[in-house]
């Protein structure tokens, strides 16, 4: 599968403050997907970007792929103790593949109250 | 959406035992995952699971250790054999959206524990 590094692995933060984590790939990617996974429960699908330079927002979250198709972004506006967890990114493998993920590492988003 | 479910929950094997994992989905889909996620790490793709198939397994896992079942399009069965400590972990089954979506669904998992 395609391999992707996450940062940062940790990121403390201060309810209402911001956080992002970015997730890069030396090779270009055909999709980028995101998920959430809360202390103790699983994955949780968020997004998935395909287009060059796409930005999708939910609510607060803002969701970026490059213009090269080799990084993505989530940011975080004004976070919450509901925002707590860790955030993956993970390309999809496509054709036959479909369904395969290759998670990057995770950053584990804590909010003070 | 799909729902999953995971039996058991957790468990606390010893060591050199053999531990079977059914994951139970509320609709018939083609393909099946099994995730592994060690302490504190990502999530890793141990095989895909197919009806009427061998299941293709992922480098670094083989089917003598992690053995898959695929009886029918709603049900599969991974089996952790031969456990040491190592293999510890929490095992997710995985399947993809239906309808022209293309998310992932998760099951809840399955916390292992080997002594």
């Known amino acids: 599968g395609q391999q992707v590094m996450q940062i940062p692995q940790y990121q403390h933060v201060q309810e209402g403050e911001d956080f992002t984590t970015y997730c890069n790939s030396s090779?270009?990617?055909?999709?980028i997907q995101w998920y959430k996974q809360r202390p103790g429960g699983h994955p949780v699908f968020l997004i998935q970007?395909?287009?060059?330079?796409e930005v999708k927002k939910q609510k607060r979250l803002t969701f970026q792929f490059g213009e090269a198709k080799k990084n993505s972004s989530l940011h975080i506006t004004a976070t919450q103790t509901t925002d707590v967890g860790t955030y993956f990114c993970?390309?999809?493998?496509?054709?036959?593949?479909?369904?395969?993920?290759?998670f990057g590492q995770g950053t584990i988003l804590t909010v003070h109250p | 959406s799909a729902v999953i479910s995971q039996k058991p929950s957790r468990d606390i094997c010893q060591r050199g035992t053999s531990l079977t994992i059914q994951c139970q989905v509320d609709?018939?889909?083609?393909?099946m995952f099994w995730y592994r996620q060690q302490p504190g790490q990502s999530l890793t793709l141990i095989a895909t699971?197919?009806?009427?198939?061998?299941?293709?397994?992922e480098s670094g896992f083989v089917i003598d250790k992690f053995p898959i079942s695929r009886p029918n399009l709603t049900f599969s069965t991974l089996t952790v054999s031969n456990m040491s400590p190592e293999d510890s972990s929490i095992y997710l089954c995985?399947?993809?959206?239906?309808?022209?979506?293309?998310?992932?669904?998760f099951g809840p998992g399955t916390r292992l524990t080997v002594t």
């Open positions: 995985s399947v993809t959206a239906t309808g022209g979506r293309y998310e992932q669904y």
């Open positions: 993970a390309p999809n493998a496509g054709g036959t593949s479909y369904g395969k993920l290759t």
């Open positions: 090779t270009t990617l055909s999709n």
């Open positions: 699971a197919n009806q009427g198939s061998e299941a293709t397994y």
């Open positions: 970007l395909v287009k060059s330079g």
């Open positions: 609709s018939q889909v083609t393909m």
